[in-house]
């Protein structure tokens, strides 16, 4: 079945400094649909940033990733983190009729 | 504009006793809806999803069912809870196709004791 990995499970950096996030995945479907999903404490997830064109960056607010259908990756990335940007990200791979498979998340702490 | 409303949005229950979770999504016909179970700390599971009324299929059973009574409302329960079931419980919707976005209620935090 669909997987997806993310390798860090928690991120401290200092304000200001660069963020990526690892995100691979596994499926057998030629054209799978990638998103990154943000939760901030005591919220539910939503919608950070979505892809389905290999080798296209997608951006919103401040981040952007590619997906690499290659390489079966989605990385997330920040040029300059904020103190805001203090949450739970997760890489999910979309499934027609199943809805998301989550990766177990990577919890991101910016400090001043 | 399309809302989703999850009820309760906390409960505090006893091990043993039954339990219902419900979600109701009103300004779209025919989502499909989801439920994902997320413990203290932990990552989203999904539990089930259906994509037409009267139709649920099982991720993850955890000792939880779940019934599509009407196109827009999707009930989670079981008739005897668990300590494990303890966690943040999230209703979601999307439109038909695997590149439409999934939305998330804003969840219901079960505490067992």
């Known amino acids: 079945g669909d997987s997806v990995t993310q390798t860090e499970g928690l991120v401290t950096l200092t304000e200001g400094l660069p963020v990526m996030l690892n995100c691979t995945y596994q499926t057998i479907y030629s054209n799978p649909f990638l998103f990154w999903y943000v939760q901030h404490l005591n919220e539910s997830p939503r919608l950070l940033l979505k892809?389905?064109?290999?080798?296209k960056r997608t951006e919103h607010q401040g981040f952007h990733a590619t997906l690499h259908k290659s390489s079966s990756s989605f990385h997330l990335q920040k040029s300059s983190a904020q103190l805001s940007d203090s949450a739970l990200y997760y890489c999910?791979?979309?499934?027609?009729?199943?809805?998301?498979?989550f990766g177990l998340g990577t919890r991101v702490s910016v400090f001043p | 504009a399309q809302t989703i409303h999850q009820w309760p949005v906390a409960e505090i229950k006893a091990v043993g006793s039954p339990l219902s979770l419900g979600c109701t999504i009103k300004?779209?016909?025919?989502?499909?809806l989801y439920w994902y179970w997320q413990a203290t700390g932990g990552t989203l599971q999904q539990l089930f999803y259906s994509i037409t009324v009267g139709q649920v299929e099982s991720v993850v059973q955890l000792n939880l069912s779940a019934s599509r009574p009407k196109d827009d409302q999707f009930i989670l329960s079981t008739e005897k809870l668990l300590l494990s079931h303890s966690g943040f419980y999230l209703c979601?919707?999307?439109?038909?196709?695997?590149?439409?976005?999934?939305?998330f209620g804003k969840g219901t935090r079960l505490t067992v004791v």
């Open positions: 892809s389905f064109t290999d080798n």
């Open positions: 999910a791979l979309r499934n027609y009729a199943q809805g998301l498979t």
């Open positions: 300004g779209k016909s025919s989502p499909n």
């Open positions: 979601a919707w999307s439109l038909r196709g695997a590149n439409t976005e999934v939305f």
